[in-house]
């Protein structure tokens, strides 16, 4: 096995980062943590918190960032390390963010071509740049820079917690984003500090948000195009309006690096004493060789909504209970229990097989996904990618048979740095692998499967050692979990039970701990399991199917199921159809409108938050998903119904109803059984229905139980004294989760007059011990020991199969209310005039300051209206004044536009006349060229004819020369018939008489040359001829080339320019 190519997939691979990023997480400042001195300038209800999202697991990503929100202070570099990184002593493939960082200078862990883009830098408080350069912008705080950073805008939003509406928010800025503008951004290291934006040229400061006012951070899902942004809001002007900062990162990785500086600035200062605790040497046990671990496995699955959670254990807690095809994780939790710490550097492996004592050949590696400490540091934590549709893992992605189980092992190995070898933690577990069709819901009570290992080392010696200068002092002696131990000692001693001084024995799981003590059982307390039956699911199916076809008319067998308990599964869509909230989409909009309002109960609602449901695993954390849901319902409320407000017990019923659906739909569950099942009427007029609920509840046990009723009335208690929270709350507020869910149940489907038979049962089945009591013990009883009865599942069904059978006509409760109302008349009449009219002054006092203060609060909105009309009128009439001098403006340019548009009509029309003339000249012209060219061709046609005249005349007299010649006998020896001198006559003639003959040569001579010289006067005139009429051919074309781009140029610009002139003036 390869631990460098194992380990190396988390550090090279994107998964590792992507993993990461897809987490939920939620930090805030607890009681105890310190915080801000600043965060006191905004609301006074305004606390320091800060919640990053990423598509998953709060858990998971607490465990992943733990190196990230832990690090000690790096210390400050030397000047030539340029190109530190976030780990210079983590060996190969180990995972950089399980390291903290010694050094100034940080870069991602991917590739290199993506390093050289990423500039992330720390700076320290303590410490000034020693060239005075503006790259130190924060130089009095702890600060991560990041840079090649595009600020997208930013925009107000209603609901600034709400990561929908944020990604909403992001695709829209995204995609109507013009011009970006590139930022550097600085997150600090301390809750303290401030985020900056600066200038990545100057490093001058463009804006900066101090941490206590950041409440929301969000990254885009992975794959979509915002996968590469990332986004805060913050309150704006004293958290009146809250706006959404939305940026986009070059580098895609570095978005998960930028939401783990905003976690680190809000969990450092939190965290300085745990880490200065956490450094202090755990001391030795006299065992010194003998180290404790503690080692958990944990399967999460994928719950087809992006998110893999937490499978839930069967109830006897003994198997796993898996889905066929869906894509797992495996989780290991590995801490030291004992004995010096040792450090883990880092996970060799993560193996798994089907089936019990397998052998090293069988495992098969799963995918690393992440490694790291947890957030106290206690912890190792592994997570691994399991994909059960290969097929070494086949086994156990077929079902089993029903109430059968089978086997599956898994091992890690553990790189320890003072261990020569890896250690490897063998855990065996039962599963059942299950349809996919089953439904999945989210555990809120999550189980995982918990070993002890006791690992016997041996110190080396320094020559034993394979290097003098390594880090290795122990060698491996034994490595045996407590089961291998236990099977030991029982197989050595079968008649002795393991448990001496030495022996170590689990302890029971924190599940099953319940002290029977004087401490009452705190509320949200007991699980709630999903099993059902597959006939009862079948059956809900069908009467869900036909209720759905006609949701106006309730089955007729619901009533009947609905007493039976609805299964897990389907209450929160069931409780929505029996309060007919199944068509809601006005009052979902009607809440996020409420919850941007302010409240006058803010105060009350924000103390009672933390006291709801504190035993529950979502509404345990201060400023958690959880308890931000639920103030926003309880604020919410509070603001619709004005009348009641917000009143302490409220919030009990609306934690139950966000247990089984979205905070929209459980703020409208609760407004219809405020209204329509009339609870908000037990809180009108001092109480006077509930006070009349109390009588018709004594009545009742005058009735059913009569010696308990006389009980009471003999120790002075009366049913205000215990009853008060069973109809402010619905039993919410102390009783478990099982029975609170039932009786919801059976309140949606029957009414609030359930509460009466629920009552009566907790009174009958308590009668005994009640009657026993004394007045305080009758109070304590009630207080203490009642709920705690009810914890166990099947005490609860009997108590509501008790409360069910019980019939309470509401004949009879009307009975009993008359009679009331009736005492109450008697009572009244029998009072005193002026006890009576003292009693009614204080009503009619009350009715008045209640009066006065909605008078006040009315005329404060009025204030508040005009003073905002004001402003608005004065915006306007602003806006008024800069719109009139505007219009002046343009009404000033528009008399220019015309005066320019005359001008420019007078000059075209000059432009017109000037290009007419010239195209009057111009065909003049060509009319002159053409008649001087046509004389011309005239001239030379008359003179070729008159050369061809001349040549046929000459013809005519050689040829009567040479028919003379030829007649004459002299003659015709003397020439030839081409007209030459013969040769023997010319030499004759040389030798003898020459003179004869040369006064006739001359003359034919000279009347040759006269022709010659008159042919050649005739060529010379026709050459010129043709000379000038090409030059007149060139005059004409230019003549013409400059027409056209005269009217090219000066008419098409004039034309263009007066079109452009007029279509503006139209305009």
Same mark, same amino acid.
């Given at each position: 096995m390869d631990d460098k190519g194992s380990a190396g997939k988390i550090s090279v691979s994107s998964d590792s980062v992507s993993t990461l990023n897809s987490e939920d997480f939620v930090l805030v400042s607890r009681l105890g943590d310190e915080t801000p001195s600043s965060a006191n300038n905004g609301s006074d209800d305004e606390k320091t918190g800060l919640k990053i999202v990423g598509n998953g697991s709060e858990q998971q990503l607490q465990r992943e960032l733990e190196d990230v929100l832990l690090e000690p202070p790096v210390a400050?570099?030397?000047?030539?390390?340029?190109?530190?990184?976030?780990?210079?002593?983590?060996?190969?493939?180990?995972?950089?963010?399980?390291?903290?960082s010694p050094k100034l200078e940080m870069a991602l862990p991917v590739q290199t071509a993506q390093e050289s883009e990423l500039n992330e830098r720390s700076y320290r408080g303590d410490e000034s740049s020693s060239d005075g350069s503006p790259g130190s912008p924060i130089p009095d705080e702890d600060s991560v820079v990041f840079s090649q950073l595009t600020y997208l805008g930013c925009a107000s939003v209603n609901a600034p917690r709400s990561e929908v509406e944020a990604l909403r928010m992001m695709s829209i800025l995204r995609g109507q984003c013009q011009v970006p503008l590139d930022v550097t951004l600085s997150v600090p290291g301390v809750s303290e500090g401030t985020v900056r934006l600066l200038d990545p040229h100057s490093s001058t400061e463009i804006a900066n948000y101090p941490i206590y006012k950041i409440l929301f951070c969000v990254r885009g899902h992975d794959g979509t195009a915002e996968s590469d942004c990332f986004a805060f809001t913050e309150s704006h002007y004293n958290a009146e309006i809250f706006r959404i900062h939305v940026f986009r990162c070059q580098i895609q990785e570095a978005v998960s690096r930028i939401l783990y500086s905003f976690a680190t600035a809000f969990r450092r200062s939190a965290k300085k004493a745990a880490l200065a605790a956490s450094h202090q040497a755990a001391p030795l046990t006299p065992d010194s060789d003998l180290f404790t671990f503690t080692v958990s496995l944990?399967?999460?699955e994928d719950d087809g909504k992006g998110t893999f959670s937490a499978v839930a254990k069967d109830k006897d807690k003994q198997s796993f209970k898996l889905r066929a095809g869906m894509g797992k994780k495996i989780v290991i939790y590995v801490q030291q229990t004992s004995n010096k710490e040792l450090a883990i550097e880092r996970c060799f492996g993560l193996l798994l097989s089907p089936g019990k004592n397998v052998k090293n050949s069988d495992m098969h590696l799963l995918d690393?996904?992440?490694?790291?400490?947890?957030?106290?540091?206690?912890?190792?934590?592994?997570?691994?990618?399991?994909?059960?549709?290969?097929?070494?893992?086949?086994?156990?992605?077929?079902?089993?048979?029903?109430?059968?189980?089978?086997?599956?092992?898994?091992?890690?190995?553990?790189?320890?740095?003072?261990?020569?070898?890896?250690?490897?933690?063998?855990?065996?577990?039962?599963?059942?692998?299950?349809?996919?069709?089953?439904?999945?819901?989210?555990?809120?009570?999550?189980?995982?499967?918990?070993?002890?290992?006791?690992?016997?080392?041996?110190?080396?010696?320094?020559?034993?050692?394979?290097?003098?200068?390594?880090?290795?002092?122990?060698?491996?002696?034994?490595?045996?979990s407590e089961t291998e131990r236990e099977k030991r000692k029982t197989t050595a001693s079968p008649g002795v039970l393991p448990g001496g001084p030495d022996s170590v024995v689990p302890s029971p799981p924190e599940d099953d701990e319940e002290e029977d003590n004087d401490e009452p059982l705190l509320s949200g307390s007991g699980d709630v399991s999903k099993e059902c039956a597959e006939k009862i699911l079948e059956t809900w199916g069908d009467l869900l199917t036909k209720w759905h076809l006609n949701l106006s008319v309730r089955p007729r067998q619901l009533p009947a199921l609905v007493r039976s308990g609805i299964p897990e599964a389907l209450r929160g869509e069931v409780w929505q159809l029996l309060a007919g909230c199944h068509n809601n989409d006005h009052q979902v909009e009607e809440y996020r409108t409420l919850i941007t309002k302010e409240s006058p109960q803010d105060s009350a609602i924000t103390r009672d938050i933390n006291r709801t449901f504190p035993a529950h695993d979502y509404f345990k954390d201060t400023g958690g998903d959880g308890q931000d849901s639920l103030y926003k319902i309880c604020k919410a409320y509070s603001v619709y119904d004005q009348e009641i407000g917000y009143c302490q017990g409220q919030s009990f019923l609306a934690a139950v109803l966000l247990l089984h659906?979205?905070?929209?739909?459980?703020?409208?569950?609760?407004?219809?059984?405020?209204?329509?099942?009339?609870?908000?009427?037990?809180?009108?007029?001092?109480?006077?229905?509930?006070?009349?609920?109390?009588?018709?509840?004594?009545?009742?046990?005058?009735?059913?139980?009569?010696?308990?009723?006389?009980?009471?009335?003999?120790?002075?208690?009366?049913?205000?004294?215990?009853?008060?929270?069973?109809?402010?709350?619905?039993?919410?507020?102390?009783?478990?989760?099982y029975m609170v869910f039932h009786i919801i149940d059976l309140l949606l489907c029957e009414g609030i007059s359930v509460i009466f038979n629920v009552a009566l049962a907790l009174l009958k089945t308590s009668k005994d011990d009640l009657i026993q009591a004394d007045f305080e013990g009758a109070l304590k009883f009630f207080r203490v020991p009642v709920p705690k009865r009810y914890r166990f599942e099947e005490n609860a069904k009997k108590l509501m199969e008790l409360a069910c059978s019980m019939k309470i006509s509401q004949k009879k409760l009307k009975k009993f209310e008359k009679e009331y109302?009736?005492?109450?008349?008697?009572?009244?009449?029998?009072?005193?005039?002026?006890?009576?009219?003292?009693?009614?002054?204080?009503?009619?006092?009350?009715?008045?300051?209640?009066? %006065?203060?909605?008078? @006040?609060? #009315?005329?404060? !909105? $009025?204030?508040?209206? &005009?003073?905002? *009309?004001?402003?608005?009128? +004065?915006?306007? %009439?602003?806006?008024? @004044?800069? #719109?009139?001098? !505007? $219009?002046?403006?343009? &009404?000033?340019? *528009?008399?220019?536009?015309? +005066?320019?548009?005359?001008?420019?009509?007078?000059?075209?029309?000059?432009?017109?006349?000037?290009?007419?003339?010239? *195209?009057?000249?111009?065909?003049?012209?060509?009319?002159?060229?053409?008649?001087?060219?046509?004389?011309?061709?005239?001239?030379?046609?008359?003179?070729s004819e008159r050369l061809e005249k001349q040549q046929t005349a000459n013809r005519g007299d050689l040829d009567k020369i040479r028919a003379k010649v030829e007649s004459c006998d002299k003659c015709s020896n003397l020439f030839n018939k081409e007209g030459r001198v013969r040769a023997a006559v010319a030499a004759a003639a040389a030798a003898g008489g020459g003179e004869e003959t040369d006064e006739e040569k001359e003359d034919l001579k000279k009347q040759l040359r006269e022709m010659e010289l008159e042919l050649a006067q005739t060529k010379l005139q026709l050459v010129e001829a043709e000379c000038k009429i090409q030059d007149l051919e060139h005059h004409l074309g230019l003549a013409l080339g400059e027409v056209q781009a005269a009217k090219k140029t000066w008419l098409t610009r004039t034309l263009s320019s007066i079109k452009t002139v007029t279509g503006k003036d139209t305009a």
């Open positions: 400050p570099a030397s000047a030539g390390d340029h190109h530190a990184t976030m780990a210079t002593s983590v060996a190969p493939g180990a995972d950089p963010l399980s390291t903290p944990e399967i999460k690393l996904e992440s490694m790291g400490k947890s957030s106290d540091g206690k912890s190792y934590i592994i997570t691994g990618s399991w994909n059960p549709s290969t097929p070494q893992f086949q086994a156990v992605n077929e079902e089993t048979p029903k109430d059968k189980s089978m086997f599956m092992t898994t091992a890690v190995d553990l790189v320890i740095t003072e261990v020569e070898e890896p250690v490897r933690f063998l855990l065996e577990t039962r599963v059942r692998v299950c349809s996919p069709n089953d439904r999945l819901f989210w555990p809120f009570g999550k189980r995982s499967h918990t070993e002890t290992f006791y690992l016997k080392l041996r110190q080396m010696e320094r020559k034993e050692r394979k290097s003098p200068s390594s880090d290795t002092l122990y060698e491996v002696l034994s490595l045996e659906m979205p905070e929209e739909q459980a703020f409208s569950v609760l407004v219809k059984i405020m209204f329509q099942y009339g609870l908000r009427n037990l809180f009108k007029q001092n109480f006077e229905d509930l006070h009349c609920k109390f009588f018709q509840l004594e009545r009742l046990m005058q009735e059913h139980l009569p010696d308990l009723y006389a009980h009471f009335l003999n120790v002075g208690l009366e049913a205000h004294m215990y009853a008060s929270q069973w109809f402010l709350t619905l039993f919410t507020a102390k009783f478990p989760l109302h009736a005492m109450m008349e008697q009572r009244e009449q029998q009072e005193a005039p002026i006890e009576r009219y003292e009693r009614e002054n204080r009503r009619l006092q009350e009715a008045n300051m209640r009066l %006065e203060q909605e008078n @006040d609060d #009315l005329a404060h !909105e $009025l204030v508040s209206s &005009k003073i905002a *009309l004001r402003k608005d009128l +004065d915006n306007a %009439e602003e806006k008024s @004044d800069a #719109l009139n001098k !505007e $219009l002046l403006l343009t &009404k000033q340019k *528009l008399v220019d536009s015309e +005066d320019e548009k005359r001008r420019l009509e007078e000059e075209s029309a000059q432009l017109k006349e000037m290009c007419r003339r010239e *195209l009057d000249k111009s065909e003049a012209e060509i009319k002159k060229n053409g008649s001087i060219i046509g004389e011309y061709k005239q001239i030379c046609s008359q003179l």
